[in-house]
Structure formats: C-alpha cells, structure tokens
C-alpha cells in the first residue's frame, strides 16, 4: 500500500502570488477551477493543482469552500498565523514526526519526507513536497525589516573585510 504523501504542488513557485492574490480579493462562496482562473488569473493547467493543496492544508472545503482558515488569512494581521495553522494541518505527518520542522534545513527537511514516504529525496515528488513545505514556511513567517541604518553598517562592515 502506497503511503498519503504531504500535500504538494510541483508548480510550488507559483503558490506566493496565489495567496497575495486571496488577500486582495473578496472570499469566493465556492473555490472552483473557475475562481482560479478567472478571477485570480492563473490559467496554466498545473495551477489548478493549488484547489486540492488548498483542500489538504485546511484552506477549504471538501466542497471547495473557503474555511475559518482562509478568512483569517485574508486579514493581513492575521495572515502569518494562518498560513502556519495550515501547515500544521496539512504537513501533519511530518509535525507529528518533528515538532520543530520548520527550523530544519532543507537537507533534513528532505531526509525526513524521505523516511515519511519511501522516496528518494532526489525524487520528484519528494522534491515537490519540500519545496511546498518550504515555500509555504516562507508565507508562516513574518517578514522582519531591517532598518535602513543596520542595513548600511552590513554593507560597511562586509567592503571592510
């Protein structure tokens, strides 16, 4: 019997402008092919791949409405947060494997999808899985601004040396 993989898109690059997309835009009654592709813009045959992720990361439905998850995504204060849910969620197997995945490098990231799913971490989907994982880790996690001075000083300090 073939493992459930984690959720995954093989056109994860795509996955930050879909979201920045839902955030500027009102929540759909139901998320179809249609929504995607019409409203949101994304058209290419492997975006629609991002319905199903969504389903298995818990942004929505079964049915392809938007859950409590969603909602608060589109709230940029809340934004963060959510997406983190989401993974939890979704990448449930591999939380439950390591609490703290998300502080792992890739590296490890890839020996533990590895083990979780009997692929090679060379594998295409084993990459796809990682890649999700750590494009979606990007959108968990709140963007820290450098102040304009500190920034200077790197520069500084890295013609010094």
């Known amino acids: 019997m073939q493992p459930e993989y984690p959720p995954f898109m093989f056109g994860y690059g795509i996955l930050p ?4 997309k839902i955030q500027d835009r009102d929540a ?11 409203t949101l813009g994304f058209s290419r045959e492997s975006d629609r791949a991002f319905i199903a992720l969504a389903k298995r990361i818990g942004f ?11 909602t608060e995504f589109m709230n940029p204060k809340n934004a963060y947060a ?5 993974m939890r969620h979704g990448f449930s197997a591999l939380y439950a494997r390591q609490a703290d995945v998300e502080a792992i490098d890739r590296k490890a990231l890839g020996t533990l ?4 799913t009997g692929l090679d971490a060379g594998h295409a989907t084993a990459r796809a ?7 979606l880790k990007e959108l968990a996690a709140p963007k820290v ?3 304009r001075e500190a920034n200077r000083r790197k520069v500084a ?3 010094t040396r």
Do not use: N, Q
């Open 113 to 116: 999808v590895a083990e979780l």
């Open 28 to 38: 759909p009654e139901v998320f179809s092919h249609d929504y995607l592709r019409y």
């Open 17 to 20: 402008a879909i979201f920045a």
């Open 129 to 135: 899985v990682i890649g999700t994982f750590l494009t």
């Open 82 to 86: 959510a997406m983190a849910k989401a």
């Open 157 to 159: 300090e890295r013609r």
């Open 60 to 70: 929505l439905s079964v049915d392809g409405k938007p859950t409590d998850v969603y």
């Open 145 to 147: 601004e450098v102040p």
